[in-house]
């Protein structure tokens, strides 16, 4: 699983109505691809997409393909985008605190003066 390619995969309105509607539950392809205005193929192109991100599993019985949502992906995403999220909040916190004691250091020089 490539944070890159969850990512990618994320980007797109069709792909996150395609994973919407599998977090439903498990789907035909076609089912999945009927409410879009684009043609089979388009979709077919958007789930290699997501397939290659692990966020879809297909299975196949005969002539039916099923697809259904992995959350891994996400989740790995999700614990990501918090520990960037928790290093960040402690950067900014660093730099208010620094600006803060600067401005004090200010405050005071200029009360010192007559």
Not at 40 to 53: G, M, Q, T, Y
Request: glycine share 4%; proline share 3%; hydrophobic share 45%.
């Amino acid at each position: 699983m490539d944070l890159d390619d969850t990512l990618i995969a994320l980007a797109d309105v069709t792909r996150r109505g395609i994973l919407q509607r599998l977090a439903g539950g498990e789907a035909r392809v076609t089912e999945v691809a009927a409410p879009f205005a684009i043609s089979l193929n388009s979709v077919s192109k958007h789930i290699r997409i997501l397939e290659r991100a692990g966020l879809v599993r297909r299975r196949i019985e005969g002539r039916d393909h099923f697809l259904s949502l992995d959350t891994a992906p996400l989740d790995a995403t999700a614990a990501w985008l918090q520990r960037e999220r928790a290093a960040w909040t402690h950067r900014l916190d660093k730099l208010e605190a620094a600006l803060r004691a600067d401005d004090a250091i200010e405050k005071a020089k200029s009360r010192r003066k007559p």
